[in-house]
């Protein structure tokens, strides 16, 4: 019975490309990581953690004031922006525009679709756990919703991972398909520290936007993984 069942498993394993098991893989383990954190974070235990790192990112003698020297502040609220609806919708424009022009219609409609779906996670998890924003030190900037999870760094993960998977597979050679996805990895770990320098958000916040963003990115990919087998969407240059 156990051989069968092996036998089977490496069978299905054999027909399936490597990419689809892992991206599968880090749907699977980025829902659990994000279920457990958020277990964590509605008892309370990471509290303590969060209010921690969020007063090591201030002046001591005035939390009002972020640790670094002047102009880290004014950065801070640049990299923030990466991550807000002005500057996605912006970038979305700009792709889209771009994939029309390359006469990749589908491709277009899907990352619409892709970022439209990402905004309505955020909405729709931050009205589900309806975590107040850190008190502990003044915020840099204004915020209008809840804090848990980040929004800006769900959105950021969405999109930046997706465009840059979409950039990656236009090129058949490993290094420009590293590049483009480390700058998208790296953007999307700016935008999330920036939010935490910023004090308007806990540390847990950002990694459960970021687990969330992930999660859903990929699932992103798999299902234009899937469409490109079956047509529906421009194949790979």
Do not use: N
Request: hydrophobic share 50%.
């Amino acid at each position: 019975m156990m051989r069968r069942v092996l036998i089977r498993m490496l069978e299905w394993l054999g027909g399936h490309e490597l990419g689809v098991l892992l991206g599968s893989l880090i749907v699977v383990a980025g829902t659990w990581g994000f279920v457990a954190l958020a277990g964590e974070v509605l008892e309370g235990t990471t509290r303590r953690f969060d209010e921690r790192m969020i007063r090591a990112l201030r002046k001591a003698d005035d939390p009002a004031v972020p640790i670094g020297p002047a102009w880290m502040e004014e950065a801070g609220r640049d990299i923030t922006a990466l991550g807000s609806v002005t500057i996605i919708v912006l970038v979305i424009a700009a792709a889209v525009g771009y994939l029309w022009l390359d006469r990749r219609f589908a491709t277009s409609v899907f990352v619409i679709l892709a970022t439209a779906s990402g905004f309505a996670l955020s909405t729709a998890l931050k009205a589900l756990f309806r975590r107040p924003r850190p008190e502990v030190v003044p915020h840099l900037m204004r915020v209008y919703s809840s804090s848990f999870p980040s929004g800006h760094s769900i959105i950021s993960a969405v999109v930046y991972l997706t465009l840059g998977a979409l950039l990656a597979r236009t090129f058949r050679q490993r290094r420009f398909k590293f590049y483009f996805l480390a700058v998208a990895v790296v953007l999307t770990g700016l935008v999330g520290v920036s939010r935490v320098y910023m004090g308007v958000h806990y540390p847990t916040d950002v990694l459960a936007g970021w687990t969330a963003g992930l999660v859903w990115a990929t699932l992103c990919w798999l299902v234009d993984r899937h469409l490109q087998r079956r047509g529906k969407i421009e194949q790979e240059g």
